[in-house]
């Protein structure tokens, strides 16, 4: 199984903050990531797959970067919706497909 | 528009047996594949498995594999989700999620189904 790790797990940031959440995996996924954001009580949201492609509709505050097993993801500027949980995923092969426990953006 | 529609909330017992249900519409049900996913209470996301509703092929997560099944009907073009003896472990929100076409992550999501099991 290819294992995923977060870090960090939780972080208290301010609005027009820059934040930066990291993904690393256990063996190599070759950009096969992707990355969502769960706000309390809802679904989860895909904001970027292949470890750096934005997502239909998903505001460019939010990229990614990374190869190998080092994954990332920035919001250039939080907002107030952007105060969520942020889980990432690989796919690298199925159905051998996990996500990370999750980083946790709280107000500072 | 797609939009994936989850049943409502079930409340059963240690041993009973469940089928919950998503119904896809505004894309072609039949030539997409379509997940599930579990979020135990105050947990992450835990990858379930997908199936591809033409011809049935269905993949499971290795650490699920024969505690679940995943099915799919066409003609009305819903996924589903069964049990047959549910444990308290169970309780959980189920989603239902569709596959993208450029790898096996998910791009649209339903609303989420809440599962409880308690004696």
């Known amino acids: 199984d290819i294992q995923m790790t977060q870090s960090p797990s939780s972080l208290s940031a301010s609005v027009g903050d820059r934040v930066t959440i990291t993904c690393r995996a256990s063996q190599a996924i070759g950009n096969s990531l992707a990355w969502y954001q769960q706000h309390p009580g809802k679904a989860p949201k895909l904001l970027l797959y292949?470890?750096?492609r934005l997502q239909s509709g998903v505001p460019s505050r939010f990229s990614g970067s990374g190869s190998g097993t080092d994954y990332t993801l920035t919001i250039s500027s939080l907002q107030p919706e952007d105060f969520a949980t942020y889980y990432c995923?690989?796919?690298?092969?199925?159905?051998?497909?996990?996500f990370g426990p999750g980083t946790k953006v709280e107000v500072k | 528009e797609v939009q994936l529609v989850q049943s409502g909330v079930e409340v059963k017992k240690p041993g009973e047996s469940l089928k919950i249900s998503c119904k896809g519409s505004?894309?072609?049900?039949?030539?997409?594949?379509i997940g599930w996913v579990r979020q135990k209470p105050g947990k992450g996301l835990e990858w379930m498995g997908i199936i591809y509703p033409v011809d049935s092929d269905a993949r499971y997560s290795p650490s699920l594999q024969g505690q679940v099944t995943i099915s799919a009907d066409t003609s009305i073009s819903t996924a589903y989700l069964q049990w047959s003896s549910l444990k308290a472990s169970d309780t959980a929100m189920y989603y239902c999620?569709?596959?993208?076409?450029?790898?096996?992550?998910?791009?649209?999501w339903g609303q989420g189904t809440l599962v409880s099991v308690s004696s």
């Open positions: 995923q690989q796919y690298y092969r199925t159905p051998q497909e996990t």
């Open positions: 292949g470890a750096s």
């Open positions: 505004g894309y072609n049900f039949a030539d997409s594949w």
């Open positions: 999620a569709l596959i993208s076409v450029t790898g096996t992550f998910f791009e649209y």
